[in-house]
């Protein structure tokens, strides 16, 4: 049954840990409990915003509207030939999803083991990691329409995807909320262990032919070393995007800085490597009152307890002055700022 509850905490709901309070909040179960939802006149009239895990968003003040958490649940599978489309409900867990699909043998999402967040969202920021992009293994997804409470399938090339982007943070933001997701896996596996790391980890663990699960479990070490677990210590992933610049711009970086690190993108352009350059400031695991960087990979900020939304947010701010007095680049931010 919908309920609507008012005037909670948020501190659950975030992965920063970040202790505010929304005016309105409900979880929804299934697509019914949204459209019961938008019949309500009350909620009509409040601005929203979506969470699955809360796991992209930095809370800087209590949010005067509607929080709707997304707990759609519900995993199945199509096997056609040598593909497999597998449809999950948004609020499926992301790593619960890549789990059963490791424990299947559907390959396809391997490389995105123990990324923090829901199925829902995956699309919206195209999710990436260690080599493979959600929308390389994206076929479709449901979206219900808040003005109309109308469900819309979203193809590939309806969603246009980008570097962490996609319709859905763009031109559509805050008019759909997605309901589920169906991938295109394939039961014949395809390894892409091309991210340098994941050799090295393979090596390490002497495996030759890797299949899988190997890959998911190299993943899911190398990002346990890396990252901090957002259950014991507040965090929301990278918190910037790594920036993508032009070739003039990339000239005039590379001859004050032979050293940094970059990667070519696939329309010409240049994406550098933000944990670098912040770590090249000085930032690295460098601990500012209840916040931070991450001692191992400086793109993370972190509430080390007791931290406030707008304390991350002003440290955030630092960084980006000082990566753009030493560098000249402007550093985005991947995370929502709500
Ligand atoms: N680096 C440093 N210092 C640091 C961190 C990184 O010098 O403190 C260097 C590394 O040595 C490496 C390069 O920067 O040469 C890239 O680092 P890494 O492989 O850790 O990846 P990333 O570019 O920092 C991106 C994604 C991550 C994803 C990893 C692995 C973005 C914004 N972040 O990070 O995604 O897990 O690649 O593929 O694209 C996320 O989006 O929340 C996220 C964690």
């Known amino acids: 049954m919908l309920q609507i509850q008012e005037n909670i905490s948020l501190k659950p709901y975030n992965s920063f840990g970040i ?30 915003f979506i969470i699955g895990g809360g796991s992209n968003v930095l809370f800087t003040q209590d949010y005067n509207g ?3 958490k997304i707990s759609i649940k519900g995993i199945k599978s199509e096997i056609i030939e040598d593909k497999v489309y597998v449809t999950a409900g948004a609020g499926e867990v ?8 490791v424990d299947h043998g559907f390959a396809g999402i391997e490389n995105l083991s123990l990324i ?40 590939y090339a309806d969603c246009r ?33 091309s991210y340098g790391a994941i050799e090295t980890e393979l090596q390490a663990r002497g495996i030759e032919n890797p299949n899988i699960a190997d890959v998911s479990a190299a993943v899911s070490h190398i990002r346990v070393s890396k990252l901090p677990d957002p259950s014991t210590i507040g965090n929301a992933g990278s918190f910037f995007k790594n920036p993508v610049i032009d070739k003039h711009e990339f000239a ?24 670098w350059l912040i770590e ?13 960087t991450w001692k191992n990979q400086a793109l993370v900020l972190v509430n080390h307890g007791g931290a406030t939304g707008t304390e991350v947010y002003h440290f955030s701010e630092q960084i980006i002055d000082s990566v753009k007095s030493t560098f000249g680049v402007t550093l985005e931010r991947e995370v929502n700022i709500l």
């Open 66 to 68: 509607l929080i709707i």
């Open 19 to 48: 202790d505010v309070k929304a005016s309105y909040f409900a979880e929804i179960f299934s697509e019914d409990d949204l459209r019961a939802l938008f019949l309500d006149e009350v909620v009509r009239s409040q601005k929203l």
């Open 94 to 101: 992301w790593n619960d999803l890549v789990n059963y699909c």
């Open 161 to 193: 995807f980008g570097y962490r982007e996609s319709i859905f943070k763009g031109e559509l933001k805050g008019q759909y909320i997605i309901t589920s997701v169906t991938f295109r896996l394939s039961s014949a596996a395809k390894i892409n262990t």
């Open 280 to 292: 090249q400031c000085g930032w690295k695991g460098k601990i500012v009152g209840n916040t931070g």
């Open 252 to 275: 005039d970086v590379v001859a004050k800085h032979p050293d940094v690190v970059h990667y070519p993108t696939a329309d010409h352009k240049i994406k550098l490597a933000a944990g």
């Open 116 to 155: 923090p967040g829901t199925v829902g969202a995956s699309p919206i920021q195209n999710i990436g990691a260690y080599g493979v992009e959600l929308k390389d293994v994206f076929e479709s997804c449901a979206a219900f329409e808040i003005k109309t409470g109308k469900i819309k399938t979203f193809t």
